[in-house]
């Protein structure tokens, strides 16, 4: 048995994807989901958060849809090298 310590070398890029993704539509998503709980009134960072978002161009979306490919495609293939990945939950 072999056990050793790896990383994946596009794990850097996951939060700016994360991210990227969350506010291409200028978080028109959140907009949705606090009017659909009823909520009438928004916490200051989150709404300072949701009047700094613009949404993305189409390009500039399909753009990031091929990096977020790219980014899955390369975590599978780090994954086929092994047969189990512990990790924490919380780094």
Not at 6 to 33: C, E, I, M, S
Not at 52 to 67: I, K, T, Y
């Amino acid at each position: 048995m072999l056990i050793e310590e790896d990383l994946p070398h596009v794990l850097k890029n996951a939060f700016d994807l994360y991210h990227r993704l969350k506010v291409a539509d200028g978080q028109t998503w959140v907009k949705r989901l606090l009017a659909k709980a009823g909520t009438e009134e928004i916490s200051p960072p989150l709404a300072a958060s949701i009047n700094a978002s613009e949404p993305v161009s189409s390009e500039e979306f399909s753009r990031l849809l091929e990096e977020i490919d790219y980014f899955k495609s390369e975590m599978l293939a780090f994954m086929r090298d092994y047969d189990v990945i512990l990790s924490p939950v919380v780094a």
